[in-house]
């Protein structure tokens, strides 16, 4: 029984791994016959839209690849409407807006195809340019962490943006804009949580 007065102790924080695979992708942890994970359709193939696909590594702060990291993606459609609330009769049939990437075992890779989403507008009105939400999390980091997918040609569209313009120096803004890759519908995201480029990551 606590005495009176006294403060109880703050309970010990839990990391989300080693076992993110595990419990969220059992297939590639070799648990799923049917080959099959959670979260890995985001558009469905009724979307409107540009296909595109994101490819990117994990890096942690010695620059070492993360290998069993989740990033799970949040998105509107090609119209910038959501699927959720009261929007979710206006997306196509299929459209989710959400799904969820996993790093490769082998290597750290990512990679997540979808359709390239529209503008939204933000909570004061103001368009935010077409992005993605990230939340990742992995063995280690106990809080999962929140940042934003931009695109490199969307070069009006995120000079506008008021999440962009939050921050002041262009370098660290530059850690949150996918680059396109030649002509084809790729581009290319790194995130590294620590060290020299550390991604912006948000407290929300």
Known sequence: MK???ARLKETPSQTAGPFVHIGTAPDMAGLDRQGWSLGCDIAGPEARGERIRIEGMLFDGSGSPVRDAMIEVWQSNA???????????????????WGRAFTQFDSGEWSIDTVKPGPVPGPDGRMMAPHLA???AARGINIGLH?????????????????????EMRTRRDTLIARRVGDAPLYRFDIRLQGEGETVFFDV
């Open 3 to 5: 005495p009176p007065g």
């Open 79 to 97: 119209d910038g409407v959501y699927a959720s609330g009261e929007q979710v009769a206006a997306v196509e049939p299929g459209f989710r807006g």
């Open 134 to 136: 990230l939340w990742i």
């Open 147 to 167: 940042t934003r997918l931009y695109f490199d040609d969307e070069v009006d569209a995120n000079e506008a943006d008021p999440v962009l313009g939050l921050i």
